[in-house]
């Protein structure tokens, strides 16, 4: 079946738009380019409709033509998502801004303002319940098919479903006695990394290795056969993830991004501290890391906890046995650390009271007592 196109754009500016958007599209991908042309598409038809005279880019203002096109936008019956409307924004000034050095026409640097553009919302991050991960982990374990394996391979690494279409044959490296990483190639944010991972995603990459082997498609060096496109397989695991959601009476809403949320809350609660985290995540800013964790007041209260029972400033405990005492100098400096290690431990404990005061104010003389006994010891 042939699928349906829309007619190209007729309009006496469309070449010059297009021709910004192919020079700002040199290093991006397919996706990129196709929103550049999206948002144009947009802007002009509203342009050919209510102003059908605008036939040069010198004939461009800011008002009423782009201030046209943003009410449009906010006015639609089935209104655009936030984020969807400020990448409109943002795509429309970028072309526009390469246009006016192309096409030496300055003024059209300065159609759209930075306020025009409206904050973020925030994302509230979308983990699976534990419930609803384990249920579906099992259906793809007890499936071990194609898109259940590819899943897995999800889950268990915090991959994007676009980064795990673009794995390598030979993605799975070894890097030492049973250990393995999966290296992933450059991705959204061009970053490319090497994600570890145990035994059971090793056994996962290699059924996938299998799958494709079966594949009729010829080897192009892809863990995964994409028969038409990468997006045309990408919309297939969609429809499958779908599709096991409906048969275990799970939401049918539910996300492959929504994986790549529960690693990212799973190894935080396991321990992995926040800097490893974006590294895993192949992020550069710690605010879009944010927006994948899950931090509940469970977790809160556990951090905090454990802060109090081990405080990570203080150093360890100094052993002071009674066979292992030292002499002299040397036997005074332990005694000074006990006692000091003693006092902090203790002033913890109060609440914020004169006391406390007191005592930390003592703990700091202990420490300059330390420094002039251990350059007694040293002369």
Request: aromatic letters at 6%; proline letters at 7%; a positive charge.
């Amino acid at each position: 079946m042939k699928r349906w196109r829309r007619p190209p754009l007729r309009h006496p500016l469309a070449p010059a738009f297009e021709r910004a958007v192919e020079s700002l599209s040199t290093a991006l991908g397919l996706g990129s380019k196709l929103s550049y042309r999206t948002t144009v598409r947009s802007f002009l038809v509203c342009l050919a409709a209510e102003y059908p005279k605008v036939t040069r880019l010198e004939q461009l203002r800011r008002d009423p033509h782009l201030l046209h096109w943003m009410s449009r936008m906010r006015a639609r019956t089935s209104p655009l998502a936030t984020s969807t409307y400020i990448g409109r924004l943002i795509a429309l000034r970028s072309v526009c801004n390469e246009m006016a050095w192309m096409e030496k026409c300055p003024e059209l640097a300065h159609l759209i303002y930075s306020g025009d553009i409206p904050r973020m919302p925030y994302t509230l991050p979308r983990p699976l319940t534990a419930e609803q991960d384990q249920r579906l982990r099992q259906e793809f374990l007890r499936r071990n098919d194609l898109g259940g394996n590819v899943f897995l391979l999800l889950r268990h690494t915090g991959m994007r479903i676009g980064e795990c279409a673009d794995l390598s044959f030979d993605c799975l490296r070894s890097i030492g006695p049973d250990q393995w990483a999966i290296h992933v190639p450059l991705g959204k944010l061009k970053t490319e990394r090497m994600v570890p991972v145990d035994s059971f995603t090793s056994d996962v990459v290699q059924r996938l290795r299998f799958f494709r082997s079966l594949d009729p498609l010829p080897a192009d060096g892809r863990l995964l056969a994409c028969p038409r496109s990468k997006r045309a397989f990408i919309r297939r695991l969609c429809d499958y993830l779908h599709q096991v959601c409906h048969t275990l009476g799970l939401s049918t809403s539910i996300v492959p991004h929504q994986f790549r949320h529960t690693y990212a809350t799973e190894m935080l609660r396991s321990g992995v501290s926040f800097p490893v985290l974006m590294k895993l995540l192949g992020h550069t800013n710690p605010q879009m890391t944010m927006h994948y964790v899950d931090i509940a007041l469970t977790d809160l209260q556990r951090e905090f906890r454990l802060a109090n029972s081990k405080p990570r400033h203080l150093a360890p405990q100094p052993k002071v046995s009674p066979a292992l005492q030292r002499k002299g100098l040397d036997g005074i400096i332990d005694f000074l650390r006990a006692a000091q290690h003693a006092m902090l431990m203790f002033r913890r404990s109060l609440p914020t009271s004169h006391s406390r005061s007191t005592l930390n104010r003592l703990a700091n003389r202990l420490t300059k007592i330390l420094v002039e006994m251990r350059k007694l010891r040293a002369h």
